[in-house]
């Protein structure tokens, strides 16, 4: 090694973006490990790089003493003070080792050890550079194919498209150009792990972004994206401008937008969905292309709503294989459940029959008269099981039954069934 070396580590420290010093701590350190086992010695070996001659210097480190008992750790006052005048009992001081024969190992070392510091900081660097792009869209080349993933070059480094990322109706050969959505990047042995998705629905939702100034602008807003790879796929938008149409801007003048998105993701069918604060009307939109008769709220806490369409709409409603409603569930975070009007009504009819039935088996209780009957059917006392199990204080809570009629009722009920 040269007295050029020093100025070898600045600048490839300069061109790698790593700070020389640490890259003379680590062939310091290296040199330590070469010494020892090169020489197999059990002294405190230290290295230290001498800029002025531009080699690494190897010490035996050793505590000045009075007597010496264990040579390899300590020097007697009378040696120590050969190599310097002024140092006293209890002080350390660092006797020169020769390095004669370890001339090529140090030489390899320090190669060696600039090259890994070299890799490491490529390594850094690259994931310093596409961490805190997760959730872009990249553009690459498929390189060559590792099982069942694609490896893509992606520029300054190369990415892994995973067997599970890939929409079922697309094929890869060598060289063909790919546009998908960086959903991870992964620090592993061989260094950063960049994943890309070609179904996840970011990049559904990039594609938009990059294809509608108006939601590039903030005009029009992505609340949702939900995709089937390769089949379907549902993306729900509002405006901030009420003059601004968010589906139709969406779609582009003739459909030219959407179709853009469409041809990039190889004809997987897209649905606009204009977002409402309406948990009925952002369902009843969510089914689209169907049209919907009526959407009612079941259960607000449990999420969970009834939808009513035309008996020419039912098959549409629901999609190939229940995909649309399924698709439209996932939208808007709702259980949808889809009827159509023949069904409901039958379903309504049923009700009213039982109900009618129900109420005829309470008139039959003494004391009880069609509005009471009828109230205690709507409640869910629709049988003189029910009534019989029923607590005073239960029946008390409907309206014209006191605590005492309820005790009768109950009573009547019991007598009945024996």
Known sequence: MGKELYQTIEQIGREKGID????????????????????????????????????FEVFARKQVVEEVTNPEKEISLSEAVKYDPNIKVGEEINIPKSTEGLGRIAAQTAKQVIYQKVLEAER???????????????????????????????????????????????????????????????RISRGPQVVISRVDPQLLIKLFEMEVPEIYDGT?????????????????????????????????????????????????????????????????????????????????EKREAEVIVDSSQLSLAIGKKGQNVRLAAKLTGWKIDIKSEEEKKAEVERRMDMMSKSEGMLRAIPGIGEKTAERLAEAGFDSLEKIAKASVEELSKLPSIGREKAEKIIKEARKLLR
């Open 20 to 55: 020389p010093e640490v890259i003379i701590q680590a062939v310091e350190e290296a040199m330590v490990a070469a010494f020892r086992k090169y020489f197999r010695s059990q002294e405190n070996i230290v290295s230290r790089f001498n800029r002025e001659k531009g080699v």
């Open 124 to 186: 850094e660097k690259i994931f310093n550079e596409y961490h805190p792009r997760i959730g872009e869209i990249v553009n690459g080349i498929v390189k060559r194919f590792d099982r069942n993933d694609v490896i893509v070059d992606i520029g300054r480094t190369e990415a892994v498209l995973p067997k599970r990322e890939q929409s079922p109706n697309e094929t890869y050969s060598q060289g063909d150009r790919v546009k998908a959505v960086i959903i991870e990047v992964e």
């Open 220 to 300: 029009i807003k992505i609340k949702n994206a939900v995709r089937e790879p390769g089949e379907r796929a549902k993306i729900a938008v509002y405006s901030t401008d009420t003059n601004v149409d968010p589906v139709g801007a969406c779609v582009g003048m003739r459909g030219n937008r959407v179709q853009a998105i469409i041809r990039e993701l190889k004809n997987e069918k897209i649905d606009i969905i204009e977002y409402s604060e309406d948990p009925a009307t952002f369902i009843a939109n969510a089914l689209s292309p169907a049209k919907v008769s009526k959407v009612t709220i079941l259960d607000e």
